[in-house]
C-alpha cells in the first residue's frame, strides 16, 4: 500500500459535464484525469479485469492507472428512477464509501487507501450511478486463513478481527457486512473492505441495533466449524458486543 504523508490527504475536485469528482492529489496523473472524466468507457477501453459483476455493482481491477499501483475501481449502479431519487437525498454508496473510508483512516484503521470518488448526475441534483476507486490489496481473507491455519494461527487472526470490530463498535461505526471476505490479512494487519453499507451513528444506543446485526453476521461465518465459532464467541465475549 502506498505510505500515507499529508500531501496524500490534499483532495481536490473535478466537474465535467455530468460528472463530478473527487481524488487525492497524492494520486493525479494524466491517466486517473482521463479516467475521473469518462470511467465507464476508461474500462471498456482498457479491457480491465473484472472480479464481480451484478445486478447493482461492478468491480474491476486495473493495474496501469498509477504506475506501480494497481487500483479497484467500484461501481454501483442505480435500480431504477425511485432509487436514483432516493439517492438524491442521501449520500451515494460511492461516496458513503469515499467518506468512511478517510474517516477510518484518520482512527487509524486499516484499509484498503481511497484514491478518488465520481458521482453522476442524470439531471439536476438527480443522482445516477457513481464509482469508489481504492488501491488494491493483496493478502488472503480472513475466511481463508482461519481454513487452514492452525490453532495457534487461527486464535491469532480471530483475534486481529475482533479487535478491529470493537474499535469500530465502540467509536458508534457499524459495518454493515460483516462476512468474512470482507476482512484481509495484509502486513499483519487486519484490512477492512466494503464500506458501502458503513454508517457512523450518535451515539450508543443508535448504534446498537447495527452492531447487535453485525455480530450476528460475524458469527455466522463460522456456523459450519464448531471450532471457529466457539474461538470468535470466545474473542467476542471481553468486548460485551456478544
Known amino acids: 500500500m502506498t505510505p500515507i504523508t499529508p500531501l496524500a490527504y490534499t483532495v481536490k475536485s473535478l466537474k465535467l459535464r455530468n460528472l463530478k469528482a473527487q481524488y487525492r492529489n497524492h494520486y493525479s496523473t494524466p491517466k486517473l484525469l482521463k479516467f475521473l472524466a469518462a470511467p465507464d468507457f476508461y474500462v471498456m477501453e482498457k479491457n480491465c479485469e473484472t472480479i464481480k459483476k451484478d445486478r447493482t455493482t461492478m468491480v474491476t481491477v486495473e493495474r496501469h492507472l498509477i504506475k506501480k499501483c494497481p487500483i479497484v475501481i467500484k461501481r454501483f449502479n442505480t435500480k431504477n428512477a425511485w432509487h436514483a431519487l432516493r439517492r438524491t437525498i442521501r449520500q451515494s454508496r460511492a461516496e458513503n464509501c469515499w467518506l468512511q473510508a478517510i474517516n477510518l483512516e484518520r482512527l487509524g484503521i486499516a484499509?484498503?487507501?481511497p484514491v478518488a470518488f465520481i458521482q453522476e448526475y442524470l439531471g439536476p441534483g438527480?443522482?445516477?450511478?457513481?464509482?469508489?476507486?481504492s488501491e488494491f490489496v493483496d493478502g488472503p481473507s480472513c475466511l481463508d486463513q482461519l481454513q487452514g491455519g492452525s490453532l495457534g494461527e487461527n486464535d491469532e487472526v480471530m483475534e486481529q478481527i475482533v479487535k478491529t470490530l470493537n474499535f469500530l463498535w465502540k467509536n458508534y461505526i457499524s459495518h454493515?457486512?460483516?462476512k468474512g471476505s470482507n476482512f484481509l490479512l495484509a502486513e499483519s494487519r487486519a484490512i477492512v473492505l466494503d464500506l458501502d453499507g458503513m454508517k457512523q451513528h450518535r451515539n450508543a444506543?443508535?448504534?446498537?441495533p447495527f452492531i447487535h446485526k453485525d455480530v450476528e453476521r460475524?458469527?455466522?461465518?463460522?456456523h459450519s466449524n464448531p471450532h471457529l465459532f466457539e474461538l470468535a464467541q470466545k474473542k467476542l465475549r471481553p468486548t460485551g458486543f456478544s
Open 218 to 222: 460475524f458469527l455466522r461465518n463460522w
Open 126 to 133: 438527480l443522482k445516477g450511478c457513481s464509482w469508489y476507486i
Open 205 to 208: 444506543k443508535d448504534a446498537e
Open 176 to 178: 454493515g457486512d460483516t
Open 111 to 113: 484499509i484498503a487507501p
